[in-house]
Antibody
Framework: EVQLVESGGGLVQPGRSLRLSCAASGFTFDDYAMHWVRQAPGKGLEWVSGISWNSGSIGYADSVKGRFTISRDNAKNSLYLQMNSLRAEDTALYYC????????????WGQGTLVTVSS | NFMLTQPHSVSESPGKTVTISCTRSSGSIASNYVQWYQQRPGSSPTTVIY?????PSGVPDRFSGSIDSSSNSASLTISGLKTEDEADYYCQSYDSSNHEVFGGGTKLTVL
């Protein structure tokens, strides 16, 4: 069974840092690019960042570029998002999602981890 | 980067057909595949259409997707509406610089 389990969310003050993790199981992790997508409370989906299977290609949304860093460890079947200089507008449910290297479809999503940025 | 614009909400009666549009602001809609995701309250998104018009296994054939180059838009059509189809629907595509783009989402009400 495919599983993507996010962790690391919580309440953090503006300007501080947080590291999210996504543990993958039930599939060959390095067959897939991995992405972070967030959803602010009551709002729509916003793509945050993506990383290719071998970390050779990485992209960020303009809203997080320079503050967030995506990484993966294929030996541990894990995806990470280091979030620095957090702002109130980063408050959201953060999903990790997989995408087969040869596809454009996010075919499986985790349940998300909630990040709240507030003083 | 481009934007994908969807209607904020649509509503229709059970048994009827509804179409949700997704208009690309710049560049050709045909340049990159479009996906459609369904998100029910409290749940993660799931794919209902991928690569413009492909249905994942398990998605009923009441769901169909298309693109229209003349209007530079993609469409999701749901026929034979059921109350269980009530959800938020998002279109998604990408550009050549590894950036993904989601539409703002459309709330479908089946009443």
């Amino acid at each position: 069974e495919v599983q993507l389990v996010e962790s690391g969310g919580g309440l953090v003050q503006p300007g501080r840092s947080l590291r999210l993790s996504c543990a993958a199981s039930g599939f060959t992790f390095d067959d897939y690019a991995m992405h972070w997508v967030r959803q602010a409370p009551g709002k729509g989906l916003e793509w945050v960042s993506g990383i290719s299977w071998n970390s050779g290609s990485i992209g960020y949304a303009d809203s997080v570029k320079g503050r967030f860093t995506i990484s993966r460890d294929n030996a541990k079947n894990s995806l990470y998002l280091q979030m620095n200089s957090l702002r109130a507008e980063d408050t959201a449910l953060y999903y990790c999602a997989r995408r087969l290297t040869t596809s454009s479809n996010f075919d499986y999503w985790g349940q998300g981890t909630l990040v709240t940025v507030s003083s | 980067n481009f934007m994908l614009t969807q209607p904020h909400s649509v509503s229709e009666s059970p048994g009827k057909t509804v179409t949700i549009s997704c208009t690309r602001s710049s560049g050709s809609i045909a340049s990159n595949y479009v996906q459609w995701y369904q998100q029910r309250p409290g749940s993660s998104p799931t794919t209902v259409i991928y690569e413009d018009n492909q249905r994942p296994s398990g998605v009923p054939d009441r769901f169909s997707g298309s693109i229209d180059s003349s209007s530079n838009s993609a469409s999701l059509t749901i026929s034979g509406l059921k109350t269980e189809d009530e959800a938020d629907y998002y279109c998604q595509s990408y550009d050549s610089s590894n950036h993904e783009v989601f539409g703002g989402g459309t709330k479908l009400t089946v009443l």
